[in-house]
T-cell receptor
Framework: NAGVTQTPKFQVLKTGQSMTLQCAQD?????MYWYRQDPGMGLRLIYY???????DKGEVPNGYNVSRLNKREFSLRLESAAPSQTSVYFC??????????FGDGTRLSIL | RKEVEQDPGPFNVPEGATVAFNCTYS??????FFWYRQDCRKEPKLLMS???SGNEDGRFTAQLNRASQYISLLIRDSKLSDSATYLC????????????FGGGTRLMVKP
């Protein structure tokens, strides 16, 4: 049982490049989330999907887009990467009233 | 005021010590409560849920005081391996099925 799987684990981009971070969960959870975490700081919510077919902005959505492809998959896209988007990105999923399960993160550096 | 507030620490304690962390939350409608543990450069992992009557899991004891909107975590007989950041997490019946994460309390257990 893999839980929450994120790909890639590491990525280096040049400013202006685009890329998509992939996330999939096999726990049949309704809700999925994307966070970023910068050194020494807490988690900040970028976007979330409370259920299949819905997506909403979190605390720091600018520069990102998301797609809830199906119940299992929730992707995060950077259309034009900026150095300020260098961070560790975590995907998570949960069911109502239950704790959240995290993927092991994508470490993204933008030069 | 942050929705979930924690003392960032660090708490530096010797092996074998007992240490307690506190957390306050602002939303009185919150319904679910958790403690997560995050190791350096890793994803947050669920340590334990927190129940109204208080609960214990080995060396870890969690307490909830709804009247004061206060959650605590007690670690007895600290081990070197307990060194990590501990996140206080609160959830409610919000549209996004979201959990709100505190900024974390860093614990360093020394030999």
């Amino acid at each position: 049982n893999a839980g929450v799987t994120q790909t890639p684990k590491f990525q280096v981009l040049k400013t202006g490049q685009s890329m998509t971070l992939q996330c999939a969960q096999d726990m049949n959870h309704n809700s999925m989330y994307w966070y970023r975490q910068d050194p020494g700081m807490g988690l900040r919510l970028i976007y979330y999907s409370a259920s299949e077919g819905t997506t909403d902005k979190g605390e720091v959505p600018n520069g990102y887009n998301v797609s809830r492809l199906n119940k299992r998959e929730f992707s995060l896209r950077l259309e034009s990467a900026a150095p300020s988007q260098t961070s560790v990105y975590f995907c998570a999923s949960k069911e109502w009233g239950q704790p959240q399960h995290f993927g092991d993160g994508t470490r993204l550096s933008i030069l | 005021r942050k929705e979930v507030e924690q003392d960032p620490g660090p708490f530096n304690v010797p092996e074998g010590a007992t240490v307690a962390f506190n957390c306050t939350y602002s939303n009185s409608a919150s319904q679910s409560f958790f403690w997560y543990r995050q190791d350096c450069r890793k994803e947050p992992k669920l340590l334990m849920s927190v129940y109204s009557s208080g609960n214990e899991d080995g060396r870890f004891t969690a307490q909830l005081n709804r009247a004061s909107q206060y959650i605590s975590l007690l670690i007895r007989d600290s081990k070197l391996s307990d060194s990590a950041t501990y996140l206080c997490v609160v959830g409610g019946f919000n549209a996004g099925n979201m959990l709100t994460f505190g900024g974390g309390t860093r614990l360093m257990v020394k030999p």
